[in-house]
T-cell receptor, first 111, second 115 residues
Framework: GQNIDQPTEMTATEGAIVQINCTYQ??????LFWYQQHAGEAPTFLSY????GLEEKGRFSSFLSRSKGYSYLLLKELQMKDSASYLC????????????FGAGTRLTVKP | DTGVSQDPRHKITKRGQNVTFRCDPI?????LYWYRQTLGQGPEFLTY????????KSRLLSDRFSAERPKGSFSTLEIQRTEQGDSAMYLC?????????????FGEGSRLTVL
C-alpha cells in the first residue's frame, strides 16, 4: 500500500519560518514533489527532490531523507499570500511512475 | 501555449445523468492524468495516459467512469449514471516525463455538483 502523511493544519505569523513535514511509505520511490494550492485553484509546482539533502529556491526549501521516508518544506519570511494548502506527492516507479498525493497541509499565515 | 485547459469549469447535474469533461493538455506533453479532489483532501489519482495508451486505472474508477485519449492529445472523462458521491473537483494534469523532474501541470479543474 501507499501512505503519504502530512499534518492537516498549521498556523504561523507573517515574517516567521514554518516547516511542513511529510512522511511516506510507497512501493518504490522516484522523486518527491511539493505543490502549493490556493483555495479554489489548481495545484502549482514548488519543488522536487530525488536525492537526499536540501534544495533551496528563494524563500522555499525542501529536504529529503530517503532512508527515513521523510521530507519537509521550509517557508521563510512568511507572507500573507503564502496562506494555502501544501501538498506532498511521491512518484512511484512500481506504479507506472504515477504521482500520489498526501491530503495536504492547510497553512494559515496571520499578521 | 496557454497551459492545461479543462471544460466545463462547472457542471451541475441531477443524479442519474451522464456528464463528460474534456481536458486539453500542454501540447508537447505525452502524459495526461485525471485526479479527483474533494474539500480538504489532496488529489486522488483516477487514471493516466501515456500518449493514447491508458496505463493505469485506480480502483476508485468504477465501471461508471471511462476515460479516453483517442489521438494522444485531448482527453475526455465520462461519468455515467452520476451519484451524489461523485460531486468533486475533477483535475486534469499533464507532464513530459523525459528524465527531467516530470512535474505535473494542472488545469483549473471541472467542478461537478450532483443534486
Amino acid at each position: 500500500g501507499q501512505n503519504i502523511d502530512q499534518p492537516t493544519e498549521m498556523t504561523a505569523t507573517e515574517g516567521a519560518i514554518v516547516q511542513i513535514n511529510c512522511t511516506y511509505q510507497t512501493s518504490g520511490f522516484n522523486g518527491l514533489f511539493w505543490y502549493q494550492q490556493h483555495a479554489g485553484e489548481a495545484p502549482t509546482f514548488l519543488s522536487y527532490n530525488v536525492l537526499d539533502g536540501l534544495e533551496e529556491k528563494g524563500r522555499f526549501s525542501s529536504f529529503l531523507s530517503r532512508s527515513k521516508g521523510y521530507s519537509y518544506l521550509l517557508l521563510k519570511e512568511l507572507q500573507m499570500k503564502d496562506s494555502a494548502s501544501y501538498l506532498c506527492a511521491v512518484r512511484d516507479p512500481y506504479n507506472n511512475n504515477d504521482m500520489r498525493f498526501g491530503a495536504g497541509t492547510r497553512l494559515t499565515v496571520k499578521p | 501555449d496557454t497551459g492545461v485547459s479543462q471544460d466545463p469549469r462547472h457542471k451541475i447535474t441531477k443524479r442519474g445523468q451522464n456528464v463528460t469533461f474534456r481536458c486539453d493538455p500542454i501540447s508537447e506533453h505525452n502524459r495526461l492524468y485525471w485526479y479527483r479532489q474533494t474539500l480538504g483532501q489532496g488529489p486522488e489519482f483516477l487514471t493516466y495516459f501515456q500518449n493514447e495508451a491508458q496505463l493505469e486505472k485506480s480502483r476508485l474508477l468504477s465501471d461508471r467512469f471511462s476515460a479516453e485519449r483517442p489521438k494522444g492529445s485531448f482527453s475526455t472523462l465520462e461519468i455515467q449514471r452520476t451519484e451524489q458521491g461523485d460531486s468533486a473537483m475533477y483535475l486534469c494534469a499533464s507532464s513530459q516525463f523525459s528524465g527531467d523532474t516530470g512535474e505535473l501541470f494542472f488545469g483549473e479543474g471541472s467542478r461537478l455538483t450532483v443534486l
